[in-house]
């Protein structure tokens, strides 16, 4: 495998997952704290998964974004 093909390999494994722990841990101390209760904890996790699984990657091959 080419040396470019294993960097954008890693990019593509790792994408936004530093901002998706962050996000996580805002939630949970968010909750833990009570400045949100368990539904609204909830519905952010969904729309942030919801979010992921919407991102549009430019039309390749059919993945990303879901019509």
């Known amino acids: ?3 470019k093909f294993n960097e954008l390999k ?3 494994q790792n ?3 530093d901002k ?3 996000l996580v841990k805002e939630i949970k101390q968010a909750f833990e704290d009570g400045k949100i209760n ?3 904890r909830n519905e952010l996790i969904s729309t ?3 979010s992921f699984s ?3 990657l430019g039309g390749l091959g059919g993945f990303g974004k879901k019509e």
């Open 54 to 56: 919407d991102i549009d």
């Open 38 to 40: 368990e539904n609204e």
């Open 1 to 3: 495998m080419s040396q």
């Open 15 to 17: 994408i936004d997952k």
């Open 20 to 22: 998706v722990r962050q």
């Open 10 to 12: 890693r990019q593509v």
């Open 48 to 50: 942030a998964k919801q």
